[in-house]
Protein backbone atom coordinates (compact mmCIF):
# COMPACT_ATOMS: atom_id res chain seq x y z
CA UNK A 1 0.00 0.00 0.00
CA UNK A 2 1.09 3.44 -0.84
CA UNK A 3 2.37 5.57 1.72
CA UNK A 4 0.22 9.43 1.35
CA UNK A 5 2.54 12.25 1.94
CA UNK A 6 0.58 15.05 3.64
CA UNK A 7 0.60 18.63 2.82
CA UNK A 8 2.03 20.00 6.42
CA UNK A 9 0.92 23.60 5.52
CA UNK A 10 2.00 24.38 9.14
CA UNK A 11 0.67 26.91 11.20
CA UNK A 12 2.58 26.85 13.99
CA UNK A 13 3.24 28.30 17.29
CA UNK A 14 6.02 30.97 17.21
CA UNK A 15 9.36 29.32 18.42
CA UNK A 16 10.65 32.32 20.81
CA UNK A 17 14.76 31.52 21.66
CA UNK A 18 17.18 33.63 24.15
CA UNK A 19 19.84 35.04 22.03
CA UNK A 20 23.05 35.30 23.13
CA UNK A 21 23.83 38.83 21.18
CA UNK A 22 21.78 41.05 20.18
CA UNK A 23 22.34 44.58 18.64
CA UNK A 24 20.34 48.01 20.10
CA UNK A 25 17.43 49.21 17.74
CA UNK A 26 17.43 53.06 17.54
CA UNK A 27 13.74 54.05 18.11
CA UNK A 28 12.79 56.93 15.13
CA UNK A 29 11.51 58.54 17.85
CA UNK A 30 11.24 58.83 21.90
CA UNK A 31 7.07 57.54 21.74
CA UNK A 32 8.00 54.23 21.19
CA UNK A 33 7.89 52.22 23.63
CA UNK A 34 10.74 50.40 25.82
CA UNK A 35 11.50 46.99 26.06
CA UNK A 36 13.52 44.64 28.73
CA UNK A 37 15.17 41.53 27.10
CA UNK A 38 16.68 39.22 28.92
CA UNK A 39 18.69 36.23 27.89
CA UNK A 40 21.43 33.52 28.93
CA UNK A 41 24.46 35.50 28.58
CA UNK A 42 23.57 39.25 28.85
CA UNK A 43 22.20 41.81 31.52
CA UNK A 44 19.08 43.16 31.69
CA UNK A 45 18.99 45.70 28.86
CA UNK A 46 16.95 48.32 27.11
CA UNK A 47 15.83 48.47 23.74
CA UNK A 48 13.40 50.75 21.89
CA UNK A 49 10.82 49.04 20.08
CA UNK A 50 10.49 49.51 16.69
CA UNK A 51 7.46 51.79 15.39
CA UNK A 52 3.80 49.70 14.43
CA UNK A 53 2.84 50.75 10.83
CA UNK A 54 0.73 53.39 9.84
CA UNK A 55 -0.23 51.98 6.73
CA UNK A 56 -3.54 52.41 5.57
CA UNK A 57 -5.18 50.23 2.74
CA UNK A 58 -8.58 49.50 0.92
CA UNK A 59 -9.57 47.08 3.75
CA UNK A 60 -7.34 47.48 6.81
CA UNK A 61 -4.83 49.67 8.61
CA UNK A 62 -1.63 49.12 9.95
CA UNK A 63 -1.42 48.20 13.80
CA UNK A 64 -0.05 52.14 14.23
CA UNK A 65 -3.09 53.57 13.47
CA UNK A 66 -5.43 51.59 16.74
CA UNK A 67 -2.01 52.61 18.99
CA UNK A 68 -1.96 56.05 19.04
CA UNK A 69 -4.83 56.15 21.18
CA UNK A 70 -4.59 52.35 22.80
CA UNK A 71 -0.84 53.09 24.71
CA UNK A 72 0.70 54.72 27.39
CA UNK A 73 -2.33 52.86 29.78
CA UNK A 74 -1.08 52.06 33.36
CA UNK A 75 -3.35 50.21 36.11
CA UNK A 76 -4.01 51.50 39.94
CA UNK A 77 -0.58 50.28 40.88
CA UNK A 78 1.26 51.81 37.90
CA UNK A 79 2.06 48.68 35.46
CA UNK A 80 1.85 48.81 32.20
CA UNK A 81 -1.09 47.78 30.71
CA UNK A 82 -0.81 49.11 27.09
CA UNK A 83 -2.82 47.04 24.58
CA UNK A 84 0.00 47.66 21.79
CA UNK A 85 2.42 46.45 24.29
CA UNK A 86 0.76 43.43 25.04
CA UNK A 87 -0.17 42.50 21.51
CA UNK A 88 3.59 43.26 19.39
CA UNK A 89 5.19 40.66 21.43
CA UNK A 90 2.15 38.33 20.46
CA UNK A 91 2.05 35.09 18.62
CA UNK A 92 -0.10 36.98 16.35
CA UNK A 93 1.36 40.13 15.96
CA UNK A 94 4.72 38.09 14.69
CA UNK A 95 2.79 35.56 12.65
CA UNK A 96 4.18 36.65 9.02
CA UNK A 97 7.98 36.97 10.73
CA UNK A 98 7.98 33.84 12.72
CA UNK A 99 11.30 32.01 10.90
CA UNK A 100 9.80 28.66 11.60
CA UNK A 101 6.73 29.39 9.65
CA UNK A 102 8.96 30.78 6.76
CA UNK A 103 10.99 27.63 6.89
CA UNK A 104 8.47 25.25 6.56
CA UNK A 105 6.57 26.71 4.09
CA UNK A 106 9.56 27.13 1.91
CA UNK A 107 9.99 23.37 2.56
CA UNK A 108 6.81 22.48 1.57
CA UNK A 109 6.84 24.68 -1.54
CA UNK A 110 9.86 22.92 -2.34
CA UNK A 111 8.34 19.63 -2.08
CA UNK A 112 5.30 19.83 -3.55
CA UNK A 113 6.10 22.18 -6.49
CA UNK A 114 3.11 21.47 -8.29
CA UNK A 115 1.20 22.54 -5.37
CA UNK A 116 3.05 25.65 -4.26
CA UNK A 117 0.67 28.28 -5.47
CA UNK A 118 -2.13 26.96 -3.63
CA UNK A 119 0.17 26.35 -0.13
CA UNK A 120 1.69 29.58 -0.17
CA UNK A 121 -2.00 31.14 -0.51
CA UNK A 122 -3.50 28.85 1.80
CA UNK A 123 -0.88 29.85 4.71
CA UNK A 124 -0.47 33.45 4.12
CA UNK A 125 -4.47 33.68 4.75
CA UNK A 126 -4.38 33.23 8.63
CA UNK A 127 -0.09 34.49 8.85
CA UNK A 128 -0.34 37.32 6.30
CA UNK A 129 -4.09 37.69 6.57
CA UNK A 130 -4.55 41.62 5.93
CA UNK A 131 -2.20 41.82 2.58
CA UNK A 132 -3.78 38.09 1.35
CA UNK A 133 -7.37 39.36 1.44
CA UNK A 134 -6.76 42.26 -0.01
CA UNK A 135 -4.40 41.38 -3.05
CA UNK A 136 -7.26 38.61 -3.34
CA UNK A 137 -10.14 41.00 -3.72
CA UNK A 138 -8.55 43.72 -5.56
CA UNK A 139 -6.02 41.72 -7.79
CA UNK A 140 -7.77 38.76 -7.44
CA UNK A 141 -4.88 36.44 -7.85
CA UNK A 142 -3.14 34.35 -5.09
CA UNK A 143 -0.04 36.18 -2.66
CA UNK A 144 3.49 35.00 -2.82
CA UNK A 145 5.28 35.66 0.49
CA UNK A 146 9.04 34.97 -1.23
CA UNK A 147 11.08 36.64 -3.71
CA UNK A 148 9.13 39.37 -5.02
CA UNK A 149 6.18 38.44 -2.46
CA UNK A 150 4.95 39.97 0.77
CA UNK A 151 8.61 39.64 2.43
CA UNK A 152 10.07 41.91 0.01
CA UNK A 153 10.19 45.13 1.06
CA UNK A 154 9.67 46.53 -1.87
CA UNK A 155 6.34 45.03 -2.53
CA UNK A 156 3.33 47.27 -1.80
CA UNK A 157 1.59 45.11 0.24
CA UNK A 158 4.89 44.26 2.73
CA UNK A 159 4.00 46.42 5.78
CA UNK A 160 0.15 45.30 6.15
CA UNK A 161 1.63 42.01 5.47
CA UNK A 162 4.43 42.11 8.12
CA UNK A 163 1.89 43.12 10.75
CA UNK A 164 0.88 39.68 11.28
CA UNK A 165 -2.30 39.19 12.43
CA UNK A 166 -3.51 42.71 13.35
CA UNK A 167 -5.99 44.72 15.07
CA UNK A 168 -8.46 46.02 11.85
CA UNK A 169 -8.35 42.34 10.65
CA UNK A 170 -9.70 40.80 13.49
CA UNK A 171 -12.02 43.53 14.64
CA UNK A 172 -13.39 42.86 11.21
CA UNK A 173 -14.76 40.28 11.04
CA UNK A 174 -18.63 40.05 10.73
CA UNK A 175 -20.40 37.40 12.58
CA UNK A 176 -21.17 34.05 11.71
CA UNK A 177 -25.12 33.53 12.42
CA UNK A 178 -25.66 30.57 10.13
CA UNK A 179 -26.31 27.34 12.79
CA UNK A 180 -24.13 25.40 10.96
CA UNK A 181 -20.73 26.80 11.86
CA UNK A 182 -18.50 26.36 8.79
CA UNK A 183 -16.12 29.05 8.37
CA UNK A 184 -12.83 27.43 9.12
CA UNK A 185 -9.79 26.83 6.80
CA UNK A 186 -9.43 30.84 6.95
CA UNK A 187 -12.91 31.52 5.72
CA UNK A 188 -13.68 34.69 8.03
CA UNK A 189 -15.74 36.88 6.48
CA UNK A 190 -14.83 41.21 6.11
CA UNK A 191 -17.73 43.48 4.74
CA UNK A 192 -15.92 44.28 1.59
CA UNK A 193 -18.46 46.71 0.59
CA UNK A 194 -18.11 49.41 3.02
CA UNK A 195 -16.13 52.20 2.47
CA UNK A 196 -12.82 54.04 4.08
CA UNK A 197 -14.23 55.99 6.79
CA UNK A 198 -17.41 53.58 6.90
CA UNK A 199 -15.49 50.55 8.45
CA UNK A 200 -17.07 48.98 11.23
CA UNK A 201 -14.41 47.80 14.09
CA UNK A 202 -16.46 45.12 16.16
CA UNK A 203 -15.34 44.62 20.41
CA UNK A 204 -16.97 43.42 23.20
CA UNK A 205 -18.26 46.49 25.13
CA UNK A 206 -20.82 48.83 24.24
CA UNK A 207 -19.33 52.66 22.84
CA UNK A 208 -21.09 56.26 23.43
CA UNK A 209 -21.50 57.90 20.43
CA UNK A 210 -19.03 60.79 21.54
CA UNK A 211 -16.46 58.26 21.96
CA UNK A 212 -17.36 56.10 18.74
CA UNK A 213 -17.15 59.31 17.23
CA UNK A 214 -13.55 60.16 18.35
CA UNK A 215 -12.21 57.01 17.32
CA UNK A 216 -13.74 57.69 13.71
CA UNK A 217 -12.04 60.52 13.41
CA UNK A 218 -8.56 59.31 14.57
CA UNK A 219 -8.60 55.96 12.86
CA UNK A 220 -11.52 55.62 9.95
CA UNK A 221 -12.91 52.71 11.80
CA UNK A 222 -16.47 53.01 13.58
CA UNK A 223 -16.54 51.02 16.82
CA UNK A 224 -19.19 48.69 17.53
CA UNK A 225 -20.66 46.42 19.95
CA UNK A 226 -19.91 42.66 18.67
CA UNK A 227 -20.18 39.91 20.70
CA UNK A 228 -18.83 37.57 18.83
CA UNK A 229 -15.86 38.74 19.31
CA UNK A 230 -15.58 36.94 22.49
CA UNK A 231 -17.12 33.80 21.14
CA UNK A 232 -14.63 30.52 20.81
CA UNK A 233 -15.60 30.13 17.09
CA UNK A 234 -14.36 33.40 16.63
CA UNK A 235 -10.88 32.67 16.48
CA UNK A 236 -11.86 29.09 14.73
CA UNK A 237 -11.87 30.50 11.89
CA UNK A 238 -7.93 30.03 11.65
CA UNK A 239 -7.36 27.59 13.98
CA UNK A 240 -9.22 24.60 12.41
CA UNK A 241 -7.07 23.99 9.29
CA UNK A 242 -7.91 20.93 6.65
CA UNK A 243 -4.86 20.16 4.41
CA UNK A 244 -4.78 17.78 1.13
CA UNK A 245 -3.20 14.58 1.08
CA UNK A 246 -0.86 13.52 -1.50
CA UNK A 247 -0.26 10.03 -2.92
CA UNK A 248 3.14 9.20 -3.91
CA UNK A 249 1.70 9.85 -7.38
CA UNK A 250 1.80 13.69 -6.01
CA UNK A 251 -2.36 13.50 -6.37
CA UNK A 252 -4.45 14.56 -3.61
CA UNK A 253 -6.73 11.54 -2.68
CA UNK A 254 -8.22 13.40 0.34
CA UNK A 255 -8.01 15.98 3.38
CA UNK A 256 -6.25 15.55 6.47
CA UNK A 257 -7.02 17.48 9.95
CA UNK A 258 -3.60 19.33 10.64
CA UNK A 259 -5.07 21.51 13.50
CA UNK A 260 -8.34 21.31 15.19
CA UNK A 261 -7.45 23.52 18.09
CA UNK A 262 -10.82 24.42 18.17
CA UNK A 263 -12.62 21.32 18.10
CA UNK A 264 -9.68 19.54 20.87
CA UNK A 265 -10.71 22.15 23.04
CA UNK A 266 -14.27 22.03 23.06
CA UNK A 267 -13.86 18.10 23.92
CA UNK A 268 -11.64 18.93 26.28
CA UNK A 269 -12.81 19.85 30.19
CA UNK A 270 -11.97 22.81 29.66
CA UNK A 271 -15.02 23.44 27.61
Not at 41 to 50: F, G, P, Q, S, V
Not at 105 to 119: G, H, P
Not at 209 to 233: L, N, Y
Request: with cysteine; hydrophobic share 35%; charged share 20%.
Amino acid sequence: MNKSLIIAITCVFLSVGCNKQSQKIDAIDDKTPIVTITGERIENKTYRALPLPLDRGRFFAGSGVCSVCHTRLTDQNGVDVSIDNDWRGSMMANSARDPYWQASVRNETILFEKYSDFIVDKCATCHMPMAQFTLSKIEERNSQVFENGFTNIENPYHNLAMDGVSCTLCHQIETDESEEFNNFNGRFSINTRLQEGERINYGQFFIADDQSMIMQQASGFIPRMGKHTVQSEFCASCHILYTPTIDDHNEIVGEFPEQMVYFEWKSSDYY
